[in-house]
């Protein structure tokens, strides 16, 4: 998700750090403006849409409220404000930390932080973990941090050997003084160090001595992914704990005629509401869409949700949600017009511009997608204690802790302080678990039942129920001037909105359904003249955040046509990008380093073709080449990709790979076989056995290269940008190798 | 009352033999490192070691396991000494890590049956939606 950004540096100048020691520790925490650090927050409703980028509201007085602890062990203890869904961002934060720290990397261990104001993104102002931006948001934050705690521990070494602070230097986890060769480590100093004045302008360490920011340090978290110990929400066990298994309505937009009887060997059975700001479309607050069914072990719960007999009442609306109407609706908008049409950009007069020439005109279809995260949905909810000092805590997958927090503010009534929420590993994310239906539904359980309450989805509920990424029709028009550069493009892109969905009476253009498609947020190519249309779409299939978002659509677009452009130019494909990039220098670095590594141009082996496309998202450039062949009728076989990323500095290179290489894959699967269809209101998709997904067999040799960058280029995110790029570069290849043009994805419905 | 025997420990479990294994582990053994991902045998996070061999577990009565030797994700090595989950750590291949017991558990199971590093590769059908393959492939390729 792409989100205003605000300096870091500014962010942190309204915050300052606060010391302290306990039991001989000493403590580094952030305080907030003002020194208020629990602010009211009025309810869900209110309160989600901080995750849109709006001042957090939510705040908790964190019992562990602290960014990072120096026990008398030499312990470094750094807890982080992201949720780590497989990223690495664990490790990489807390590489921030030791860096400035000058610590030694063995000595630092790593938590998930508890939902806190003190923790939350400056990127956004928020706990949620979105839009490729936890290194971006923290990492001025976290430098500083380790920088702080540093001087303070130099300044009560000082203090101790009573010399100027100048003569004291850190040194991989202890102060040396630099006359004497004394030596104090850091948990000598701990205690002292708590008591000194904080600085307010710790030097950072300088770009030519940094140890271990742009080092691919092996990821704390991966040792306990390889023996099981590892907790994801889903592992969560509380004493007393029973087990929910959700059924929803059959179709969106049904709700529940009357609530079944309990069924033979379960404990009882919840009807669900939708709380204000948890459903989307045709989900509205209040209505009852779903029942969970309570057992005493989790298998019992799903058998029993799966047989239940349940009264639904389904309105004729839900019977005329279908996906190919809603395609041949955009078709009606894209050829007579929308009644919501919202201009993203305009340079220089298209109208003038195509009235010369014959334009080029293609329309991309892109279907819905789900986002089927492997661990799916789950929360586990206790609530205990007598009112008024009840508690409620929480344990989930949450990509957003702000959220969760408001949710379960909205549903108990509890104030913040009483509500505990604690981020489990997430079994992946992919945008689906920013979501809180299923937080909201856990603490309804909690509540109805007055148990502790493990609640989950199955599969075939996490297919049937997501908010999926929106659908779209994309029309472009151009044009080529006589040196075969663009001279007009008309871009209009139909699809239902995400942040309409959410907030219906905006008129401002929704960001991330052009996102990928407009010089300020796509490829800076430089095109004449440039009409960016959004037609909005009214199909109220709930839709939501997945990996990349609109560059997902926008991308397999606009990369296409340019492909397309330049074939009817007979140009390079890779040429003729280049001759639109002359005024973005780093684009076009990052479009030669791929063109280089892959050889463009040079020999290819018999029965392949190779396509090239570019995406510009996140702050980040991501350049791929893919070379495939087609063995058979009806399939495609992905031989190699070389990819170029710059993404400014690299916290840690081989994450960023890692990252790379699975927005790729995640590509892949959506550009060849991956959709969901409706019929009346129903997923075409059940389960993994109607879907498709790459398999180990099938995985292409991906070459990453990261681009050398000026460090005072501002950093780029890396979870999202590997995936727009592939699917358009998969169609360009494609077309060269067959002479068919896909403008339709998947290649391979299932 | 049935017994079962897992990672060398015997257990009396009070279920019915039509409980699948899999939530017999983790909802009544509490060994929670096998995962739920479909219940349809279709995705592999469930796999576990009986007698040796990589079985899925979502849809397996646990009434068949009686009598054999089921080793989980917990009960590979004491200390991920196992060469497998070595070449995982030295590969840094799991991401969200969710798929990974699954993972390495069958990676085990067919090794275990003898067949050739080339030969699982190309009979793994194990769903990861981070996309971990080539990571996976790299450290099977190293055993």
């Given at each position: 998700?792409?989100?205003?950004q605000?300096?870091?540096?500014?962010?942190?100048?309204?915050?300052?750090f606060?010391a302290?020691?306990?039991?001989?520790?000493?403590?580094?925490?952030?305080?907030?403006?003002?020194?208020?650090?629990?602010?009211?927050a009025?309810?869900?409703?209110?309160?989600l849409p901080?995750a849109?980028?709006?001042p957090?509201?939510?705040?908790?007085t964190?019992?562990?409220?602290?960014?990072?602890?120096?026990?008398?062990?030499?312990t470094?203890?750094?807890?982080?404000?992201s949720?780590?869904?497989?990223?690495g961002?664990?490790t990489g934060?807390?590489q921030l930390?030791?860096e400035?720290?000058?610590v030694?990397w063995?000595?630092?261990?790593?938590?998930?932080?508890p939902?806190?104001?003190?923790?939350?993104?400056?990127?956004?102002?928020?706990q949620?973990?979105?839009?490729s931006?936890?290194?971006?948001?923290?990492?001025?934050?976290l430098?500083?941090a380790g920088?702080?705690?540093?001087d303070?521990?130099?300044?009560?070494?000082?203090?101790t050997?009573?010399?100027?602070?100048?003569?004291?230097?850190?040194?991989?986890?202890?102060v040396?003084?630099?006359?004497?060769n004394?030596?104090?480590?850091y948990?000598q100093?701990?205690?002292?160090?708590?008591?000194?004045?904080?600085?307010?302008?710790?030097?950072?360490?300088?770009?030519?001595?940094?140890?271990?920011i742009?080092?691919?340090?092996k990821?704390?978290d991966?040792?306990?992914k390889?023996?099981?110990?590892?907790?994801y929400g889903?592992d969560?066990?509380?004493?007393?704990?029973?087990?929910?298994a959700?059924?929803?309505?059959?179709?969106f937009g049904?709700?529940l005629?009357?609530?079944p009887?309990?069924p033979?060997g379960?404990?009882a059975?919840v009807?669900?509401?939708?709380?204000?700001?948890?459903g989307?479309?045709?989900?509205t607050?209040?209505?009852?869409?779903?029942?969970?069914v309570?057992a005493?072990n989790?298998?019992?719960?799903?058998?029993?949700?799966?047989?239940l007999?349940a009264?639904?009442n389904?309105p004729a609306?839900?019977?005329?949600?279908n996906?190919?109407?809603?395609?041949a609706?955009?078709?009606?908008?894209?050829?007579?017009?929308?009644?919501?049409?919202r201009?993203?950009?305009?340079?220089?007069s298209?109208?003038?511009q195509?009235?010369?020439?014959?334009p080029l005109?293609?329309t991309?279809?892109l279907?819905?997608?789900?986002h089927?995260?492997?661990?799916v949905?789950n929360?586990?909810?206790?609530?205990?204690g007598q009112?008024?000092?009840q508690?409620?805590e929480?344990?989930?997958p949450?990509?957003s802790?702000a959220?969760t927090v408001?949710?379960?503010?909205a549903?108990?009534?509890?104030p913040?302080?009483?509500i505990d929420v604690?981020?489990?590993?997430?079994g992946?994310g992919?945008?689906?678990k920013?979501?809180q239906?299923?937080?909201?539904?856990?603490?309804q359980?909690a509540?109805?039942i007055?148990?502790?309450?493990?609640?989950m989805?199955?599969?075939?509920?996490?297919?049937?129920?997501?908010?999926?990424r929106p659908?779209?029709?994309?029309?472009?028009?151009?044009s080529?001037?006589g040196?075969?550069?663009?001279?007009?493009?008309?871009?209009?892109?139909c699809?239902?909105?995400?942040s309409?969905?959410?907030?219906?009476?905006?008129?401002?253009?929704d960001?991330?359904a052009i996102?990928?498609?407009?010089?300020?947020t796509?490829?800076?190519y430089s095109?004449k003249?440039?009409?960016v249309?959004?037609?909005?779409?009214?199909?109220?299939?709930p839709?939501?955040?997945?990996?990349?978002?609109?560059?997902?659509?926008?991308?397999?677009?606009?990369?296409?046509?340019?492909d397309?452009l330049a074939?009817s130019?007979?140009l390079?494909?890779?040429q003729?990008?280049?001759q639109?990039?002359?005024?973005?220098?780093?684009?076009?670095?990052v479009?030669?380093?791929?063109?280089?590594?892959?050889?463009?141009?040079?020999a290819?082996?018999?029965?392949?073709?190779?396509g090239?496309?570019?995406?510009?998202c996140?702050?980040?450039i991501v350049a791929?080449?893919?070379?495939?062949?087609?063995?058979?009728?009806g399939?495609?076989?992905?031989?190699?990709?070389?990819?170029?990323?710059?993404?400014?500095?690299?916290?840690?290179?081989?994450?960023?790979k890692a990252?790379i290489?699975?927005?790729?894959?995640?590509?892949i699967?959506?550009?060849?076989?991956e959709?969901?269809?409706f019929?009346a209101?129903?997923?075409?998709?059940?389960?993994f056995?109607?879907?498709?997904?790459?398999?180990?067999?099938?995985?292409?040799?991906?070459?990453?290269?990261?681009?050398?960058?000026?460090?005072?280029?501002?950093l780029?995110?890396?979870?999202?940008?590997?995936?727009?790029?592939?699917?358009?570069?998969?169609?360009?290849?494609?077309?060269?190798?067959?002479?068919t043009?896909?403008r339709?994805?998947?290649?391979?419905?299932q | 009352?049935?017994?079962?025997?897992?990672?060398?420990v015997?257990?009396?479990v009070n279920?019915?033999t039509d409980?699948?294994?899999?939530?017999?582990?983790?909802d009544?053994?509490?060994?929670t490192?096998?995962?739920y991902?479909c219940?349809r045998?279709?995705?592999?996070?469930?796999?576990?070691?009986?007698?040796?061999?990589a079985?899925?577990?979502c849809?397996y009565?646990v009434?068949?396991?009686?009598g054999k030797?089921?080793?989980?994700i917990e009960g590979?090595?004491?200390?991920r000494?196992?060469?497998?989950q070595?070449?995982?750590?030295?590969?840094?291949?799991?991401?969200?890590?969710f798929?990974?017991?699954?993972?390495?558990?069958?990676v085990?199971g067919?090794?275990?049956?003898?067949?050739?590093?080339?030969?699982?590769?190309?009979?793994?059908?194990?769903?990861?939606s981070?996309?971990t393959?080539?990571?996976?492939?790299?450290?099977?390729?190293?055993?």
């Open positions: 998700m792409t989100k205003p605000e300096k870091p540096e500014n962010l942190m100048s309204r915050r300052s606060i302290s020691s306990i039991a001989g520790a000493f403590v580094l925490t952030l305080g907030l403006e003002g020194g208020k650090n629990v602010l009211a009025s309810g869900v409703a209110d309160a901080l849109e980028g709006r957090n509201r939510v705040a908790t964190a019992q562990l409220g602290t960014w990072l602890q120096i026990g008398s062990d030499e470094v203890m750094i807890l982080v404000g949720s780590e869904m497989g990223q961002i664990m934060l807390a930390v030791a400035d720290l000058m030694n063995a000595n630092v261990k790593v938590e998930s932080a939902a806190g104001a003190i923790y939350a993104n400056p990127l956004y102002h928020a949620m973990t979105v839009g931006g936890s290194m971006r948001g923290y990492y001025q934050s430098r500083l920088a702080t705690a540093r303070m521990l130099i300044a009560a070494a000082a203090q050997w009573s010399v100027p602070v100048n003569l004291c230097r850190a040194v991989n986890g202890t040396v003084n630099t006359s004497t004394a030596v104090l480590t948990g100093l701990a205690a002292q160090a708590a008591q000194m004045p904080v600085p307010t302008n710790p030097a950072l360490v300088p770009d030519n001595a940094l140890r271990y742009g080092t691919g340090l990821r704390v991966i040792p306990l390889v023996d099981g110990s590892a907790i889903m969560v066990r509380l004493p007393e704990m029973v087990y929910a959700v059924k929803h309505c059959p179709s049904g709700t005629a009357q609530t009887s309990t033979s379960t404990i059975v009807p669900l509401q939708v709380l204000s700001g948890t989307r479309g045709t989900e607050t209040g209505m009852i869409n779903a029942v969970a309570v005493d989790t298998w019992k719960a799903m058998q029993a949700a799966s047989y007999s009264n639904w389904i609306s839900s019977l005329q949600l996906s190919d109407d809603f395609v609706q955009a078709e009606g908008f894209l050829a007579n017009g929308a009644p919501d049409t201009n993203a950009e305009i340079v220089g298209i109208r003038k195509l009235s010369w020439g014959k005109t293609n991309y279809y279907p819905y997608q789900a089927a995260p492997m661990e949905l929360c586990t909810v206790r609530i205990s009112a008024p000092n508690r409620c929480i344990w989930a949450t990509q802790q959220a408001a949710t379960a503010m549903l108990t009534g509890l913040i302080t009483q604690n981020t489990t590993f997430l992946g992919l945008g689906r920013f979501e239906d299923f937080v909201s539904q856990a603490i359980v509540m109805a007055n148990r502790p309450v493990k609640l989805w199955s599969r075939e509920e996490d297919y049937a129920r997501d908010q999926y659908m779209a029709v994309v029309e472009i028009q151009a080529l001037d040196e075969k550069k663009v001279k007009s493009w008309r871009y209009r892109n699809s239902p909105s995400i309409l969905q959410r907030r219906p009476t905006s008129t401002a253009v960001g991330q996102e990928g498609s407009t010089t300020a796509g490829v800076t095109f003249a440039r009409l249309q959004h037609l909005v779409h009214p199909a109220n299939i839709i939501g955040y997945w990996r990349s978002v609109g560059n997902s659509i926008n991308t397999f677009a606009v990369e296409s046509m340019m397309e074939v130019a007979n390079d494909p890779y003729f990008r280049r639109h990039l002359q005024t973005s220098p780093r684009a076009l670095a479009l030669d380093r791929a063109a280089t590594m892959a050889n463009w141009g040079g290819v082996p018999s029965g392949r073709a190779r090239i496309a570019l995406a510009q996140f702050g980040s791929q080449v893919v070379e495939i062949s087609a063995p058979t009728a399939q495609i076989k992905i031989h190699n990709i070389w990819c170029a990323v710059d993404c400014g500095r690299a916290i840690n290179p081989d994450s960023v990252q290489e699975g927005g790729i894959v995640h590509g699967n959506a550009a060849l076989w959709q969901v269809k019929t209101g129903k997923s075409s998709v059940t389960n056995n109607n879907t498709r997904k790459i398999k180990l067999r099938e995985m292409p040799q991906i070459n990453i290269e990261l681009m050398p960058t000026d460090p005072n280029v501002p780029g995110g890396v979870g999202e940008p590997g995936v727009p790029a592939i699917a358009p570069a998969i169609a360009n290849a494609y077309f060269k190798l067959t002479g043009r896909v339709r994805l998947p290649f391979f419905p | 009352m049935i017994t079962l025997n897992v990672n060398n015997s257990y009396q279920v019915t409980m699948p294994l899999l939530w017999v582990l983790r009544v053994l509490g060994l490192g096998t995962k991902g219940g045998e279709l995705c592999g996070a469930c796999t576990v070691l009986i007698n040796g061999r079985e899925r577990t849809e009565d009434g068949g396991a009686v030797q089921i080793t989980t590979l090595s004491a200390d000494s196992h060469p497998v070595q070449a995982w750590i030295e590969h840094q291949v799991p991401q969200c890590g798929c990974q017991s699954g993972m390495i558990m069958e085990v067919e090794l275990n049956d003898g067949r050739p590093k080339a030969e699982i590769i190309n009979e793994v059908s194990n769903i990861c981070c996309g393959f080539q990571r996976i492939r790299a450290a099977i390729l190293s055993l």
